[in-house]
């Protein structure tokens, strides 16, 4: 069992930035891969951001140059920077864990909302 809890939402407009941050609690050996999926009002749930334990990340393209994912293994936390946000950004981010990279993971965030005014 792992549990994923996430902070760091919120609303900021166009150009604005945050991080939202992810700590992962209990078997967290089975974790080899992190990262963040976001659904927008009426879209489907897509990658935003993953990393692996060993430093290997992947983007999604719309965020490629705006959003830097990394993580603190001694802290087991992964991080989002999102920076120059855009409104095609707002929405539900959500935390996830799994096996390995570009495999969804069985463990969720509760969700968390970011909000881009134009």
């Known amino acids: 069992q792992v549990q994923l809890v996430e902070s760091g939402g919120g609303s900021v407009q166009a150009g604005g930035s945050l991080r939202l941050s992810c700590a992962a609690s209990?078997?967290?050996?089975?974790?080899?891969?992190m990262g963040w999926y976001r659904q927008a009002l009426g879209k489907q749930r897509e990658l935003v951001a993953a990393?692996?334990?060993?430093?290997?990340?992947r983007y999604t393209d719309s965020v490629k140059g705006r959003f830097t994912i990394s993580r603190d293994r001694t802290k087991n936390t992964v991080y989002l920077q999102m920076n120059n946000l855009k409104p095609e950004d707002t929405a539900v981010y959500y935390c996830?864990?799994?096996?390995?990279?570009?495999?969804?993971?069985?463990?969720w965030g509760q969700g968390i909302q970011v909000t881009v005014s134009s």
């Open positions: 990393i692996t334990t060993g430093g290997n990340t």
């Open positions: 209990g078997s967290i050996r089975s974790i080899d891969a």
């Open positions: 996830n864990s799994g096996p390995a990279l570009g495999v969804t993971g069985r463990y």
